[in-house]
């Protein structure tokens, strides 16, 4: 039982460079979302999907990209990573907007 | 804008001892509450749902309530035990026009001495 799975695990960029960060969910949950955790910030919600073929932006959105192609795949992209990109990222699935969220183990990433 | 808070930031306790800890938020249009368990390098795991015509959920050693009207919650953890050490997190499901946003606090971090 897998649940929702983030990879990877941990990355390190350098300022500039690209990625992306994939998220997989087997619970054929229509809602996905992307956070990213802070120090003394609390979560707070990047871009989320309500569904196949289509996203939205969340609280902070500048400088990251997503797609949902696929039902069970929630994809993150930095297309230039910064300094200030360096955080938790928490990926969660939902069978709807009022239902409990799961959550990833999350990626650490650092941008030096 | 709704803001979620958490007191205390830290706790600790020794083992065995009943524990409280508080969430707050400034806006009562809620859809529910929800308390999370994060341990240090891992995801969130949630631990009770309480909806917002809820005013408490139980389970097992947790007791979690919820007062809409002054906009707090409260985790109520009895007999503590080491593995309950953690950072606990508590989110409201907001109204959010098209979709509901899940807006969290920023935790208190929990250590049960043996």
């Known amino acids: 039982n897998a649940g929702v799975t983030q990879t990877p695990k941990f990355r390190v960029l350098k300022t500039g460079q690209s990625m992306t960060l994939l998220c997989a969910q087997d619970m054929n949950h229509e809602y996905m979302y992307w956070y990213r955790q802070d120090p003394g910030m609390g979560l707070r919600l990047i871009h989320y999907?309500?569904?196949?073929?289509?996203?939205a932006k969340g609280e902070v959105p500048d400088g990251y990209n997503v797609s949902r192609l696929k039902k069970q795949n929630f994809l993150l992209g930095l297309e230039s990573a910064a300094p200030s990109q360096t955080s938790v990222y928490f990926c969660?699935?939902?069978?709807?907007?009022?239902?409990?969220?799961?959550f990833g183990a999350g990626t650490r990433l650092s941008v030096l | 804008k709704q803001e979620v808070t958490q007191i205390p930031a830290a706790l600790s306790v020794p083992e065995g001892e009943n524990l409280v800890l508080n969430c707050s938020f400034t806006d009562s249009a809620i859809y529910n509450l929800q308390w999370f368990r994060q341990d240090p390098g891992k995801g969130l795991t949630s631990l009770l749902l309480?909806?917002?015509?809820?005013r408490e959920q139980t389970s097992g050693r947790l007791n979690a309530s919820l007062d809409k009207s002054s906009g707090r919650s409260t985790l109520y953890i009895a007999a503590s035990q080491p593995g309950d050490s953690a950072t606990y997190l508590c989110a409201v499901l907001h109204y959010g026009g098209a979709t509901n946003k899940l807006i969290f606090g920023t935790g208190t971090l929990l250590a049960v001495q043996p």
């Open positions: 309480i909806q917002s015509s809820q």
């Open positions: 999907s309500v569904g196949e073929g289509t996203t």
């Open positions: 969660a699935s939902s069978g709807s907007g009022k239902n409990i969220q799961y």
